[in-house]
């Protein structure tokens, strides 16, 4: 009896699973989803990808909590947030590849929608550093038109929405300490090890 209880149970979550993806598939054919995510395994822990139709809107850390990243999303950007992982399957095999050592620079297009003013200016900045070379705050602050705002471009660094992808984990201190890092420092010293970028 139990056998057939299991049995039952399986089709019930593949016969839902079918409705979740057709009713995914027509809301994207309706142009419906504002903003589509999923969650892709990496050797960090699990990170939610999101995406507006204008590129990668937002990365997370395996720290955050998905119901809040779904929220934020739903707050800041549209309620129409819907898990589409078709839609992001681009960024998916990047940042796979980029993982696996294959890939040194993201194709994807990025939507800094979660970003104003100053921090833009400093995540666009960051965005050229390029992979196996660091920069530092004074210089990420210069580049993005004020010097002295050292302080400021590393706040904009932490609250980058976009990180892995926007390399803010590049930018150290002038002295070269790690400095800070949203997803915490053994994250930060472990992309910088996979890019060759220190050798601590």
Known sequence: MSELKELANHAVDARAAQVAAR???RAADAGLIDV???MVPSPLGDLIVAATRRGLVRVSFPHETPDDVIEELALLLSPRVLEAPAQLDEIRRE???YFEGRRQ???VPVDMTLTRGFTRKVLRATARIPFGSVSTYKD???RAGNERAYRA???ALGANPIPIVVPCHRVLH???GLGG???GLDVKRFLLRLEHAIDE
Do not use: P
């Open 23 to 25: 009713f995914r598939k």
């Open 36 to 38: 589509a995510y999923t």
């Open 95 to 97: 940042l796979d590849q």
């Open 105 to 107: 620079r993201f194709d």
């Open 140 to 142: 990420v602050a210069r």
């Open 153 to 155: 471009a590393g706040n």
């Open 174 to 176: 002038s002295g070269g």
């Open 181 to 183: 890092y949203g997803g």
